[in-house]
C-alpha cells in the first residue's frame, strides 16, 4: 500500500510516531464531541463521526463499554467503518484522526 492511498476508501495511511505524538497533544485540550450511550454503537453514531471527521480531522469519542474488550471492539468498529486511525485510548476515551484530503485542517510534522 503506498504512501498515496486516500484514506477515505477505508485504507488509511498509518500515521508516523512523530505524527501520533503530535496528534496525541493535540488531543488534551478536546472535548468528546461523540459520546456513546446506552443503545452503544448505531448506525447514527457511525454517521456522525464520519461528519465530525470531515469537519475537524481528530475527534474524541467517549466510549460506553463496562469493559476494556468491549470498549476495544467498540474501536475497532468504529475505525473500521470510517477509516480513521486510532491516535490513543485513555480509559473509556478514544482519539481518532482521518485526515480530510479535499480540505486538511491540520498541519502533520513529517
Known sequence: MSASTSSRDGAAATLSP?????LRG??????????LGAKGLT?????????ALDRHELVKIKL???DKDE??????????ATG???VQE??????????????PKLALPR
Do not use: W
Open 90 to 103: 485513555i480509559g473509556h476515551t478514544a482519539s481518532v484522526f482521518l485526515r480530510n484530503e479535499d480540505e
Open 64 to 66: 460506553s463499554g463496562a
Open 71 to 80: 470498549r476495544r471492539a467498540q474501536i475497532a468498529e468504529l475505525t473500521q
Open 18 to 22: 512523530s505524527q501520533r505524538r503530535y
Open 84 to 86: 480513521a486511525e486510532l
Open 43 to 51: 448506525d447514527a453514531v457511525i454517521k456522525e463521526l464520519k461528519l
Open 26 to 35: 493535540l488531543c488534551h485540550s478536546l472535548h468528546p464531541v461523540i459520546m
